[in-house]
């Protein structure tokens, strides 16, 4: 039972984040002082999803789709983290995107209000390759 | 009047006590303080590299998961071997075994590139790794030794301890057959790649397990001033000593075969000849400090019945045990793959060379604070809990047993100990 | 809805992709790595264990100082170097062999061999080492604890730990502190129907292309038919672990 438990979890990260994000929320909602984070919009008019999906569930769609592309070779673009960084890219005042090391990260702004540790950006680019030699189509 | 074995928390008040807690705290904190700058600043900061991937950490931590698995064999000489002498220490046996073993992971763990996902390991199991086995090993050991201890402490269930424990000693002997195979199937590196392997990490643990459990044995005893019989200690030396024996016989089997294949000529030349540090930490480590002279302690009658040259044997097959491990661990990953037979290799990934690795003060912290764990553990669980008989006098363990002038000494010891 | 749209999306954009690339085709000369282009998979379609990628090393057209493999490789995947060769992740590498009888000397790169039957897919306790149905060999990041085990198991030494941060990562190659990595055949390129950038890198050097890649389950590759019809080997083919890297020349 336990286990079951544990491995579902495992499976879902998305699980106790969405409890912890809630937590969360009620807990600073409930200071009511916190100020809301600033959400930078995206290019192009809406996103792959609606926003309150997205919201809720952005985690499971990058988990899906991260085991597709890793084991499957799957390199569909619409839920790609690649292609959310690239849409949802935030530039600093000289015009360059910013990293996941500065808070107006589009990812950044929100986990931090949320107080949910991430760490895909251990490994992933948190900004788009745009300004770099040797772009590719 | 007829005299029992009474099992008793030691008072754990004294002075003395603490200080030993208190040290051992000193050490597990840094311990902890070297596994968070390693994991924070990143493995470059070891000694550890591309070439020797395993280090000081691994020593360590391989030399207590072997030692847990031996430690247990006191209990399991009295449950599955029936020998009555060994029936009171069998208790203490199953707490260390416990306790080395939980020491051991944390350095395991703790070295991990990413120790924050240790609930992946928990839950991503690939069945064909040595690794996930032992995964499942250790922690079913820790859970089958506390069965057992729970048996042999709870009166009513005593009848259940031999069947349990004879269950612990199969699987004790699993677990280090798995821990020994972890390096015995790597089929790439010529040092390794030996079914024996396995059986040499069980005569190991044998010979390290009781040494530990003879240090901590005499020296709660001496420090609680519980009477402590020559019947046990004389029993405790020759076992270690034949289990040293047992060491130094599969160990020299082990390279005997390597020796006779023309291929490994060169890895054993670099292991027993190489003019290195692992050289030198087999011959005058493993082989002289941690094998001839405790040999002598444990074998010669001009040492008989002294719980202090026990104790010295145990450090010193300690010791040794620990350059054993490094030679093995370390010592068989510097050799260079044999990638290409017959040509001399040679490449910016240092390939054909022999690997450097010079252990950093983080390992060696994270190292000594898991071991300080493990011993923190036992202490505690000795005040806690009843693991412990108030005497272990030679009249108590053993009414054969002849000693000398002595019963009388252990008699006024035994109204003494209720001041430590 | 949406799904659909956006399913119309991708394959307009792949098969514009295609187009492209064919009339590259048409326009370049027929060249030795432009063929594979035009066996792009569309980006939805799984990978399946019809292929099976590889390349065939010939040492003998491997210059002794030329590195435009390593570089690259480099390049491609983001292998930044903190001045520490000892600890610095090296993905593929130029390997000098001397006879030791005749003091004859061979020069090769040596990166993952992308064994049929890989020791550090068998060793890795959680599965993070893995073999895909193509037969590249890759890390699953996400569930790689960094235990290095794999490291121990290889016997080609072709897997580094990422020993310090790692920044500014390529985004299509994520890589990060405290996981194991090794030659990814370049999977995101090869996913896109192109070549691994060592191989594409060799075969613009003016010794000409040592390193070729192809399908070794197609008996119309071009790799399949010089393995077909000239000698190669495996490097410790003794292992018997079917690997998808061969030499020739050695």
Avoid at chain 2, 6 to 26: C, N, T
Avoid at chain 2, 371 to 383: C, D, P
């Amino acid at each position: 039972m336990l286990s079951k438990a544990i491995q579902f979890i495992a499976h879902r990260p998305a699980f106790p984040a969405a409890i912890i994000i809630t937590a969360c929320v009620i807990s600073v909602s409930a200071l009511a002082g916190a100020p809301k984070p600033d959400i930078p919009k995206g290019k192009g008019d809406r996103c792959v999803e609606d926003t309150d999906y997205m919201r809720k569930n952005h985690m499971e769609l990058l988990l899906h789709q991260r085991d597709e592309t890793m084991y499957r070779g799957i390199r569909t673009k619409k839920h790609s983290l690649k292609e959310c960084i690239d849409c949802h890219a935030v530039n600093d005042n000289t015009g360059q995107p910013v990293s996941h090391l500065d808070s107006k990260h589009f990812c950044v702004q929100c986990h931090e209000y949320a107080s949910v540790k991430i760490d895909c950006f251990d490994c992933h680019a948190s900004k788009p390759r745009a300004q770099q030699a040797g772009q590719r189509l | 009047m007829k005299e029992m074995l009474h099992y008793r928390e030691i008072p754990g008040k004294s002075a003395g006590y603490y200080a030993v807690l208190a040290i051992l705290g000193v050490l597990i904190a840094l311990g902890l303080g070297a596994a968070y700058y390693m994991e924070h600043q990143g493995h470059h900061v070891t000694g550890m590299n591309n070439q020797i991937v395993w280090g000081m950490p691994h020593v360590f931590a391989v030399f207590l998961i072997v030692a847990a698995s031996g430690a247990l064999n006191v209990a399991s000489i009295s449950s599955v071997f029936n020998k009555k002498l060994y029936k009171p220490l069998a208790p203490l046996s199953g707490l260390v075994a416990i306790a080395l073993l939980v020491g051991g992971l944390c350095i395991l763990v703790l070295d991990l590139g990413r120790p924050d996902r240790l609930i992946v390991a928990m839950t991503y199991y690939n069945f064909k790794s040595i690794f996930a086995w032992n995964i499942f090993l250790y922690t079913g050991f820790i859970a089958i030794v506390a069965v057992y201890l729970w048996m042999m402490l709870e009166r009513r269930f005593n009848k259940f301890s031999k069947p349990v424990g004879f269950f612990a000693f199969i699987w004790r002997l699993i677990l280090t057959t798995g821990t020994g195979s972890i390096f015995g199937f790597l089929v790439a590196r010529q040092a390794y790649d030996a079914a024996i392997l396995a059986p040499v990490f069980i005569v190991m643990s044998f010979s390290f397990g009781l040494a530990v459990f003879n240090i901590l044995l005499i020296g709660i005893y001496s420090g609680t001033r519980r009477p402590l019989g020559d019947a046990v200690v004389e029993r405790l030396r020759k076992l270690q000593g034949v289990f040293i024996a047992a060491v130094l016989f599969f160990v020299t089997i082990f390279h005997l075969t390597s020796l006779y294949a023309t291929e490994r000529h060169g890895v054993m030349k670099f292991i027993l000849d190489g003019g290195n540090v692992y050289t030198g930490l087999f011959w005058l480590g493993f082989v002289l400090i941690g094998s001839i002279i405790p040999l002598v302690f444990c074998l010669l009658n001009g040492f008989k019945n002294s719980a202090r040259w026990l104790v010295t044997a145990s450090v010193t097959v300690i010791a040794g045990g620990m350059a054993q491990m490094y030679v093995i661990i370390i010592g068989g990953q510097a050799y260079p793959l044999d990638m290409f037979p017959g040509y001399e290799v040679s490449s910016s990934f240092f390939d054909g060379d022999i690997g450097s690795y010079t252990p950093s003060i983080y390992e060696v912290g994270l190292g000594a604070g898991g071991f300080a764990f493990a011993i923190a553990i036992v202490l505690a669980g000795v005040k806690i809990l009843r693991f412990l008989p108030l005497s272990l006098a030679n009249s108590l363990v053993d009414p054969h047993y002849h000693s000398e002038e002595r019963s009388e000494e252990n008699e006024t010891a035994a109204g003494e100990q209720a001041r430590a | 809805m949406s799904e659909q749209k956006n399913q119309i999306d991708e394959y307009r954009r792949s098969f514009l992709g295609k187009g492209a690339a064919l009339a590259g085709l048409a326009t370049l000369a027929p060249g030795v790595i432009l063929h594979t282009v035009a066996r792009a998979k569309p980006a939805d379609e799984a990978i399946t264990g019809k292929v099976r990628w590889g390349f065939l090393i010939d040492a003998n057209k491997c210059a002794e100082n030329c590195d435009a493999c390593v570089r690259a490789c480099d390049e491609e995947n983001g292998i930044t170097k903190f001045g520490r060769p000892e600890t610095d992740a090296q993905w593929i590498r130029k390997v000098t062999l001397r006879n030791k009888q005749t003091n004859h000397t061979i020069n090769l790169p040596m990166m993952c061999q992308h064994c049929a039957h890989p020791p550090c897919v068998d060793v890795c306790p959680t599965g993070a080492s893995f073999k895909r149905a193509d037969g590249i060999v890759l890390v699953d990041k996400h569930i790689c604890i960094g235990c290095r085990y794999c490291m121990m198991a290889c016997p080609y030494k072709a897997r580094s730990f990422i020993h310090e941060t790692v920044t500014d990562q390529n985004p299509d190659v994520p890589r990060g502190k405290g996981t194991v990595e090794s030659c990814t055949l370049c999977v995101h390129r090869v996913d896109r129907g192109e070549t691994p950038a060592c191989a594409e890198a060799c075969a613009k050097t003016v010794e000409g292309p040592a390193i070729l890649f192809g399908d070794l389950n197609d008996p119309n590759s071009e790799i399949s038919k010089r393995l077909a019809s000239e000698p190669s080997t495996a490097v410790r083919a003794d292992f018997r672990l079917d690997p998808g890297v061969r030499y020739q020349g050695i």
